[in-house]
């Protein structure tokens, strides 16, 4: 989950901010409030591998959104559902919003981890 999202972007905006990470995620849901004219400040996406979701940890988490001159510091946390399909069944319950889904394929792409030294 993505918190504290700018309300002035929309799906093309927050695509376009985290666009480097294109391919590394299969769906990205960001909810609209139509009687306030913008996003929830929240939104949804799920990651291909895991080890995406570090390396978009360590590029967001605590750091300010780049496209609009906003105070809203991004921060990411576990939702209470994970996973594709249950983006899409919490999306539901929105109407006039939907998730965009991008389409996947398997790969052989070797995921390269960094070693880390934690002591």
């Known amino acids: 989950m993505i918190r504290n999202i700018p309300n002035r972007y929309n799906d093309e905006l927050l695509f376009k901010e985290i666009e480097e990470f294109e ?4 769906c990205l849901f960001l909810p609209y409030d139509f009687s306030q004219g913008g996003n929830k400040g929240y939104g949804f996406i799920n990651f291909i591998h ?12 605590g750091k300010p959104w780049n496209l609009f001159e906003s105070r809203k510091i991004c921060e990411l946390k576990f939702a ?15 109407k006039e919003k939907k998730p965009v889904f991008f389409k996947t394929f398997e790969t052989n792409e070797k995921i390269e981890i960094p070693k880390v030294n934690l002591f």
């Open 23 to 26: 391919g590394k995620f299969d």
């Open 50 to 61: 895991p080890f995406h979701i570090l390396l978009f940890f360590d590029k967001y988490e």
């Open 80 to 94: 209470k559902f994970q996973g594709i399909n249950e983006i899409k069944k919490h999306s539901d319950r929105y």
